[in-house]
């Protein structure tokens, strides 16, 4: 059974920092992308940043460019992510993904985590 479970998560005041883990089982997934989306209450699911199997190639939405960082250990087969200088609009349920290749699009990762609240006070 393949599953990925997503930690880390908590409440913090803003300007604070997280660092998320998803941590893979079932399988290994260095040969996949690895990705994170949010929500937010209300809200549709929106990407956050992907990484390419090797690394090489990492995508951040805007919102998050320069205050996020995905980064991967394929030995653990756990992705990351940190985040810096947090505000409340990146309160929402965070979510890692793998699928075949990089996207931004949401259609393009086959296996999801159970997700991981964070709230960022203001």
């Known amino acids: 059974q393949v599953q990925l479970v997503e930690s880390g998560g908590g409440l913090v005041q803003a300007g604070g920092s997280l660092t998320l883990s998803c941590a893979a089982s079932?399988?290994?997934?260095?040969?996949?992308?690895l990705a994170w989306f949010r929500q937010a209450p209300g809200k549709e699911r929106d990407f956050v940043a992907t990484?390419?199997?090797?690394?090489?190639?990492?995508y951040y939405a805007d919102s998050v460019q320069g205050r996020y960082t995905i980064s991967r250990d394929n030995a653990k087969n756990t992705v990351y992510l940190q985040m810096n200088s947090l505000k409340p609009e990146d309160t929402a349920v965070y979510y890692c993904?793998?699928?075949?290749?990089?996207?931004?699009?949401?259609?393009?990762?086959?296996?999801w985590g159970q997700g991981t609240q964070v709230t960022v006070s203001s």
């Open positions: 993904a793998a699928g075949h290749g990089v996207t931004t699009n949401a259609n393009g990762y086959d296996y």
């Open positions: 079932g399988r290994t997934f260095s040969k996949n992308a």
């Open positions: 990484i390419s199997w090797s690394g090489s190639i990492i």
